[in-house]
Every structure is written in C-alpha cells, then in structure tokens.
C-alpha cells in the first residue's frame, strides 16, 4: 500500500513538471513569433491564437487514479517522461557564447528577419572631432569612426557598415585596444553610458552605468595595451578620473580621483604601453601625470605648474601628451610647434607616494617648427606628430628629424592612426622612401590612416607613398536632405556650402558642389519632375540646380531675402516654388514664357506671419486642378494664398483662420484620402493632431498624437508602391531627437506608434524615399544623416497579433484588459 501511493505521487510530480515544461515551451513559442516573425511565413489573415490550457486538479486526480497497475509499465513510462525531461532541460542550456570566438564574423550576412519597423542601415557623415581608428588590414581597411550617438566600422573595399548602437546620448571619446579588438565608447549627457564592445563579432560586452551620478558624462577614455583596464576623465565641473577593472563586470571603479579647477578641462587621457600603473592627461594649460597604487587603489598625481618663466619662453597650449619611447620622459606638445619633455621621478621601493613621490618636472622646451602641433603618437620607434598646416613628421628618440610628408596638402591634422601589421621587410619590389639621415636608410613605416579638420579621411601607403582619398563629409552643420521623386537619389546640405548627392540604394557617392565661403545650405527641395533642385542659403539666396549637375539654371540667384531661408516647397505642376525665411516672410516664384523658354521669375512676398514660419505646403484645387498655397506659423494662424489674382509685388491673401487658443501648432501635412472628406494634419505642442477640413478649414477632430518627450516637429506621408495599398497608409515623423513611425488613420491609439533615437543633439529634417522603403534623418550640428529601413510588414503582423491575443486576453483577464489599449499595455509590459 505504501510503494502504491509513493509510486503515484512520483508520477504525479513527474506529469506536473511535464505539463509545466509544455506550458513554458508554449508560451516561449508564442513569444519567439512575436518578436522573431519570418517575412516568409507572414499572413494578411488574422492568425489564430491558441493558449495551453492547464488541467484542473480533479481531472489530473482522475487520471491518477485510473493509471495501471502493472509495475512493468509504470518503469517504463517512468523511464520515458525522465528521458523526455532531461532532453527538454538540456535544450533549455544556453548556446555557446559568440564572444569566444577568435573569428572575425562581424560582416558576415545576416540572414535573420528583420522585426523593427525603424532599422538604421547606414551613416552619411562623421564626427570629425574625434578620432579615426585603423583596426583592420592586410587583406581588409576596415575603420572605426563615431556618427552621433553610434559608432560605425567601415569596410572601405567592401562599402558595408555595422553600426554599434547603444548609447542614447552623443559619443564623446572612444578608444580601441592594441590587438584593435575591444572598443571603448563613452558619451555626455544624463543617465550617460560606458560600452565596451568586442570589435569581432560586435556584441556589447560590458556596459558601465552612473560612471557619473551627476550625469554630465566622459570627457576623456583611455584602454591599457592588454585591454585589462580602462581610464576615464568625467566632464563635471570638478573632474573625476576613475580606473576601472571592466574584466570583471564590476559596477564601481577600482579607484578614483577628483582634480581641482585650476588644473582646466581635461580633455586627453592616455596610459603607458610598458606599464598599466602609469597615465598622463592634459588640458590647455596643465600636463597631470598619474601613478596607480593598485595595493590600496590610491591613484596619485603630479602637476606642476607651467608658466612662461620656467624656460624664460612663451610655451603654448598643449593639445596631446604622451611617454617617451625611453620610458621615462613624458613629451607634450602645443600649439606653438614645440615640446615639452618631462622627466619622471618615481618612487623607490622604500617610498611611499606621500612622502612627495611620484612627479614629474618640466627639464626642456624643444621648438620643433613654427606650425602648431595638433597630433602627438608614437609607432615602433618614431615619435610622430601630426600639425596645421597638414605635415607629418617622424623622430627619433632623440627628438631629430627622421622623415616628413609635406607634400599633400592636407588640412590640419585631427587624427593619425597606424595599421596593426608591422611594416614588412623591403624587397626588391618595394618602393620605400629614403629617410633624411645622412646615411639614408629605407624609411619604413606602418601604413595609416589620417583624418583631417575638413572632414577627410584618407589612407597612406608607406610602401611607394601612396595617398589615396577615402571620403570627404561636410564639415558643418546639416540641415537640408530631400529625395529625388523618381530615383534612389538623396541630396545632402551642409552649412559649410557643400551640396552631396548620393545613390542610397548602392550607398554610392555621384557628385557635388562647393559654394563660395559664406553661402551655407539652409533647405534643400527636388520638383515633382525631379529635373529641378531648389536650394534656400543661410544668407537669403535662393538658387535653382540642374538636378543631375548641380548647376544654374538661372542666370543669377535670387536674393529677395535677408535672412535664412527655411522653407521651399515646388506646385505639383511644377510651375510655383515658394520660400520661407526666417523674418517671418513667403516669397513666390514662376514660371514663365520669354522668347520661347521657360524661365523663373519673381513673383511677391509677403511678411504673413508675427512668429517663425513652421510649415509651407502647396496643395491642388479640387475643381479647378490650380495649385494652391498654404503656410502655418508658431503665431497660431494657417494662411491660404490667391496665386491666381497675385501679381507682380503683391501677394494676395485668401482667408486666414485660427487653429489653436493655446498651444502653438508645430507642423502640417495633407492627410491621405481615406475617407471622403479631405483634411489638413496639424500638430501642435500639446502632442495633439487635429484634422481640418481641408476647404472650410473648420477642425473636425482632436485627438492624441505620438508622445515620445517632445512635440512632433515634420510629419509626412509614407509614399505607397501600388494603388492596393491605398487604403493602408502610414506617417513618419520626427521630434526633437527621434524619428517614429504611426499606422493611419490616426485614432489616439498609442501603441499604433513606433520611435527610436536617432540624433540626440536634435534632428533638423527628414525625408521619405520615393517609394516608401527608406527614412533619412538629418543630424544639424552633429554633420551626419542617417538612412532608416522601413519595415512594414513584420510590425503590421505583429500588431494584428497582438489584436488577436486582445480578444482572447479580455475573456481570460477581463479585469485587467477593461478596453483595447489597456489589453495593449498588458501585453507590451
């Protein structure tokens, strides 16, 4: 009676943990096709969706009581649910980890479905304050370079990027093991991140939150030559400098230490390649050396104070330190082309780092050239700086001049960053320059990369002294980006007059144009023939392009505006462009006969508006097929224009209507047709969208508008590939530092909405490709745009889906799932 029962409860247990196994295996089924759905297997129908059911008590007693008695075949169903149990628990170990690998499968193709509606795909641009960094060669040139809050590693032969995203606030430093490895990124900003990525395979593989409590951020990083430490310098007003032992997934720094104010922003951090223990920083004016106690992780630190006195000589501000080649000097170079060399006094055994110990004394100031030095590295066994006026120079240990390129004429030097690889020994097909020695050996030297202020970036083969041009970006603020109508045509503005023109398909760049030095490219607009490119100046000139050469196609600019113009906007018959100002003001421009060419003229302008002009859009005339013109001001009022019974210097006004009492409106766009009634889109400050009769201009609904921390700033219309998806429309918007995604018609639902980051020093325009597939984000001040894969049809399955479990949910769990959105929310969190 005894073994009977042991034996049914044995097996009761056992069926409980087969059933829970099933309900868990189920569950994670469900949850793997939400979030890893297969373009393949996507279905328009609603699918079907099914929850495991678990068996009440009674009938599980039931089933227990009526099992046989046979002992031979319990033992083997026994035998058989552990067998099953135990394949199922060693399905459920974890896959070995990617980071153990020593394979470089960083651009291996990803074959994965891709499941979120907004996927960055590429990075016009770069950060050309921060350095560029060699970490593949021989057979590859792959570099790693930061645009906005991403850092991008660039295969130059094969024109493939892979982003690393991860950090919500703009990068500020980063720094690459010796092996070019492991990748150190820090940003500035609140809740600011340290990631340290394994550069093989891509993978974060250590992240450091609050490094800073007080959330300003990193100002400096800096990574031992065994990737075992990290260095960081905060960007409070009283900088901290912290070590951190990231080998260990600890959350705390190994040692820390604050720096006084007179010591000035330290904002260039480096350790000793021969000793962990040992680092050196510099602002303008202070060169600090730092000796880690690792026994009581105490970090000590000497700076003295370096006037014009100590050598009776104007010194300079510094820009880079490094050590010596000897090991015990520190060299520190300034804008004034000299360096300064500093001797280290370390402590002896016996010693003890308070008893005055370690430091460094200023001993010389060599003047080396009359150029400021903005580099200063060392490779193998030259001292390298990089300057100005664009030369680079080699020394020797003893600080004399070894070899030069001074023939390229570069800009100033920002970064210089040489290959893994050692130079290979001479042979009888090299190509080595001599040195400047009187004995004229070979010069060889690893090959490099080097990045200039202009935003150029270039590569430098030791071997026959080859310069080749990788890529030049504006060096300015980017605030102007348009899509060709017909082909994969992106066209980029830069504050700094540069216009680009790239095929975004092939991620291929075709032409552009340099303007005269203060002309900075403000908006940028193709006509609907995708013939014309209107382009609005920084200083109030209108120019119209040729769209394939970029050159005039007319006589002379216009220049009817005295200030920046913000807005163009082309009729749809291509016989009206329009601008806005930034006083507030619409000019018009037409088409007309002369001689038998078509040629633009002036048409009026008018100052329509008492605050900044937000929007300008041209529409059609419903009976008469004429364009009409409209313009919405942060002044509350929407404005139509009488093109027709405009004339020469006076732009007549049709009506004038009030859209909001409090907030202000923000942005506006034609609402596709998916009722009979035609409407304007409006937002305003409030996160409200409001439709408006698009001729009475009466408001129709209010209702609530994508909320992701600020007001939407541009909305527009998702193109469609066909006439079938007509009645499926989609509006893709940006707000201050995200671009987001929203399924049509709008109704206030909040999870019909998707956003990410895309720049966190805000976002100054957008545009849609022409058919639908692609966003591009322009970045403003950070000089970078970035094109987004739309994915439609994963995230509309996802969210019919999630419709389906919504039905089942609200007779499941009535009681959390009272309407729609609720059930929504339950489902997401």
Known sequence: MSGTSLRTLSEAKDALESERLETNESLRDLSSKLKFLDLDQTRSEEPEISFPETQPSSELGEKIDQMPQDERGQERREEKRSSDLSERREAEKPEKSLVSTSEDILFRKDNRANVYPLTMTWSFGWNSSLPVYYIRD?????????????????????????HLQGHANVISCLCVSEDRRWIATADKGPDCLIIIWDSFTGIPVHTIFDSCPEGHGIEAIAITRDAKYLATISDAEIQEVCIWRWTLAVETPACTLNLLKEYGVQNYLTFNPANNKELVSNSKTQAIYYLWCEEGDLLAHSAPRLTEKTFNKLVGKFSQSVFHLNLTQILSATMEGKLVVWDIHRPTSSASASAGFPQIKPCKLVHLQKEGLTVLTTVDRYIVTGDIRGNIKFYDRTLSIVNWYSNFKLSSIRTLSFSKTPAAPPTEKSNYPPDCTLKGDLFIVRNLIIGTSDATVYHLTADGTKLEKLFVEPKDAICAISCHPYQPLIAIGSFCGMIKVWDYEEKKYLFSRVFEKGLGVQSLTYNPEGALLGAGFTEGTVYILDAMSLENQIPEPFKYSRTSVTHISFSHDSQYMATADVYFTVAVYMVVVRNGHRVWEYLARLRSHRKSIRSLLFGVHLDSNEPRL??????????????????????????????????????????????????????????????????????????????????????????????????????????????????????????????????????????????????????GQDRSVVQWEINLRNWKTIFTILSSVVKVLIQWRPERCRNTFACQSFLLS
């Open 138 to 162: 021989e057979n590859q040139r792959v570099l790693l370079y930061v645009c906005a809050h991403t850092a991008v590693i660039y295969d130059v032969f094969k024109n493939t990027q892979h």
């Open 630 to 779: 409209l313009s919405l001001g942060r002044d509350r009022l929407l404005i139509e224009y009488n093109l027709l019974k405009s004339c020469r210097d006076n732009l007549e006004i049709l009506d004038i209507h009030r859209t909001d009492q409090g907030n202000y409106p923000t942005c506006m766009v034609w609402y596709p047709p998916l009722t009979k009634e035609l409407f304007l889109l409006i937002c305003n400050s409030g996160y409200k969208v409001k439709l408006f009769n698009s001729t009475t201009k009466m408001c129709r609904k209010t209702l609530l508008g994508p909320v992701f921390g600020s007001p939407i700033e541009q909305i527009q219309i998702l193109p469609v590939k066909s006439t079938l998806e007509l009645q499926k429309r989609y509006m893709v918007f940006i707000n201050r530092d995200k671009v987001g995604l929203q399924i049509l018609p709008v109704d206030g639902n909040p999870h019909k909405t998707a956003a990410i980051i895309c720049h966190p020093s805000g976002v100054a325009g957008m545009a849609l490709s022409y058919d639908g597939c692609w966003a591009f984000t322009a970045g």
